[in-house]
């Protein structure tokens, strides 16, 4: 969590006044989560990236139909899923087919699970990230820092691309497998 | 578990993932995941966690989301100002039309309300700069004119660097085409491209309304993170020296994140690039100066007209070398993009088989492979059209793509070195003027 849960209500309000500099403390306390939120069914960074931001404009524009009463965060996240939803609608046009795909995933999100789940796999995730061997490491950062597709990949470790998608399969399979022991500990 | 389900399902996750799926795998694809049960599931779960890891490479912090947002709402602001400042401007010649029709020259009045509606239309719509653009036609040896409200109109020429001082704002209308950049607080340096007009953007914002251009000629607005390729639509762009964003009103622009991939943009969506590392950021806004005759890549041997990426680079007396010494790539990046030129350079790499040049914002690479590492190679790097040719030691070297992007005519120059590696640089040149032959060697 990347901001001071005490001084929240009292940024609402200020913020809600149209005080900016107020609201970069909300967006800074919230902002994290919500990112975690989005990656659960959006896999592009700079999608994701876009997608949050987008949220905490359309909030700070609607600030003026917040409840003060009841709690930010939900009012926050129903404003994410709007901003989730018109970027596949957005995109539908532009991705053709990757759309069929798109509105699968979306039918039923991930993003059902509670906010905090979200940031603490993320958290979890990270953990385990650290833990991957040097080899496998190389591989993850091609194809998730480096944005590499799978056919570059193959060329440039001279495997085949099904050994590449295997590999990165498997990858993702235990990176997550880890993430929810992690979960699992820290919860018992 | 199925070994070859599982082949096939990771071939279909990773095309969908990266957008090289086929529409029956794309069908396939979303079937399962609405059919239910395990399989939707578990491709829910690598859907997240691909998701989640491409997350935990963001370098973004909680300081650089809160500032895109404020930038983000600034700029709306001022684009709102600028919308109410032409709307208002046309109110006078709509009571002018509303006087004729008090006159009583009913017939005359009805044909002046349908022209000055259709005026009205053009000038509040996307193209509203048009009459302003009409009126304030450049002379033709400039590209374009800057308008400022407490100013009178300016011409500015290739090559001019423009600066609005910060907290307020001046128009730029660009090569007499109904191109409108208004900059807000911008620091920015107009140049040609071929075809087509270059705005470097060193700080501040702009807004921008572009017309359709002809084809095959672009308004690009580069910035030291991102380079925007406009076709013809609105959007806001600011840039500092962390990061750029972009928020696009109308039409599509394509991003081109220096560190990332490139992204195309639509209406209503915005963008940030990543932000670079403190590192990495340039000290002074410093730009490879434009090469009329044989210039070096490196001025004086520093590197202040370019970006360290990755790794470490500096000068030892006039050899640019680049390493990363906790076994890292290293990457050095140009702080402007660049068009047709050729460049020449003695290259020598160490501890490793290859590195590359990198070509027009990473979409062509020229492998360095020499067959005996450490020794001397002389490399000359051709750019036309954006078609790349390359030789080493005068043999033709097979360029590979990239990002791929096709036809690509402008772009950053970078040098590449595979992970734990050296790359030792002399006597780099380069020349935008295609009319002259190579430097001697």
Not at chain 1, 106 to 118: G, I, M, N, R
Not at chain 2, 30 to 56: F, K, M, N, P
Request: proline share 5%; charged share 20%; glycine share 8%.
């Amino acid at each position: 969590m990347d901001g001071s849960e005490d001084t929240l209500p009292a940024s609402i309000a200020r913020a809600r006044e149209g005080d900016r500099d107020a609201y970069a403390e909300v967006v800074r306390a919230y902002q994290a989560r919500l990112r975690a939120q989005v990656a659960l069914t959006v896999a592009d960074r700079e999608a994701i990236l876009s997608i949050v931001q987008d949220a905490f404009v359309d909030a700070w524009r609607g600030l003026a139909t917040y409840d003060g009463e009841r709690p930010f965060l939900p009012w926050l996240r129903a404003i994410l899923r709007t901003c989730i939803a018109k970027h596949y609608r957005e995109q539908r046009v532009q991705r053709r087919h990757l759309a069929l795909v798109d509105a699968a995933l979306l039918s039923q999100p991930c993003e059902d699970a509670p906010v905090e789940d979200a940031a603490e796999r993320l958290a979890a995730l990270r953990r385990c990230l650290a833990e991957v061997p040097a080899g496998s490491r190389e591989l993850l950062s091609l194809r998730f820092e480096q944005d590499w597709q799978v056919k570059r990949i193959a060329e440039h470790l001279h495997k085949s691309a099904n050994a590449v998608s295997m590999s990165l399969l498997r990858l993702k399979e235990e990176l997550s497998a880890c993430a929810q022991r992690r979960l699992q500990g820290r919860r018992s | 578990m199925n070994p070859g389900a599982d082949d096939a399902l990771a071939a279909l996750i990773e095309g969908y993932l990266e957008g090289t799926i086929d529409e029956d795998g794309a069908r396939t694809l979303a079937g399962l995941v609405q059919s239910g049960g395990a399989q939707a599931r578990r491709i829910r779960d690598l859907v997240a966690t691909a998701g989640l890891i491409s997350l935990s490479y963001d370098p973004v912090t909680a300081v650089d989301m809160a500032r895109s947002v404020d930038e983000h709402l600034t700029a709306d602001a001022q684009y709102s100002d600028l919308l109410r400042s032409v709307s208002a401007a046309i109110v006078p010649r709509r009571s002018w039309a509303k006087t004729w029709i008090g006159l009583g020259a009913l017939v005359a009045a009805l044909l002046l309300v349908l022209v000055n509606l259709a005026t009205y239309t053009i000038r509040t719509g996307p193209r509203a700069s048009a009459a302003m653009v009409q009126k304030l036609e450049p002379a033709p040896a400039t590209i374009a004119v800057l308008h400022g409200p407490l100013q009178p109109d300016r011409a500015i020429a290739a090559g001019e660097r423009v600066t609005v001082p910060e907290g307020s704002a001046a128009v730029l209308i660009i090569d007499h085409e109904p191109t409108i950049c208004t900059l807000d607080g911008a620091d920015c340096i107009l140049m040609h491209g071929s075809p087509g007009i270059i705005l470097r953007l060193l700080h501040g914002g702009i807004s921008a309304e572009v017309a359709h251009q002809p084809p095959g000629v672009h308004v690009t607005i580069s910035t030291a993170q991102a380079v925007v390729t406009v076709i013809g639509t609105r959007f806001i762009i600011s840039a500092d020296a962390a990061r750029t964003q972009l928020k696009v009103l109308q039409g599509l622009v394509a991003f081109r994140d220096r560190l990332g991939g490139t992204t195309a943009v639509a209406a209503g969506e915005a963008v940030a690039s990543q932000a670079l590392p403190a590192s990495a950021r340039p000290a002074s806004t410093t730009v490879l100066p434009v090469a009329e005759t044989w210039s070096p890549l490196f001025p004086g041997g520093a590197l202040a007209a370019w970006t360290q990426q990755h790794g470490a680079w500096h000068s030892e007396q006039g050899t640019i070398v680049g390493e990363d010494r906790a076994g890292g790539p290293a990457r050095i990046l140009s702080t402007r993009s660049l068009g047709d030129f050729t460049m020449a350079c003695r290259m020598r790499i160490l501890r490793i088989n290859w590195a590359e040049i990198q070509l027009l914002g990473y979409n062509v690479f020229v492998p360095v492979a020499p067959a005996q590492p450490g020794t001397w190679q002389y490399l000359v790097v051709n750019v036309r059209a954006g078609q790349v040719s390359a030789t080493c030691n005068g043999q033709a070297v097979h360029v590979q793509p990239g990002l791929d992007l096709g036809v690509v005519r402008f772009g950053i120059l970078s040098f590449y070195v595979r992970p734990g590696g050296r790359c030792e640089i002399r006597d780099a040149q380069f020349c935008e003027n295609p009319d002259l032959p190579l430097p001697p060697r």
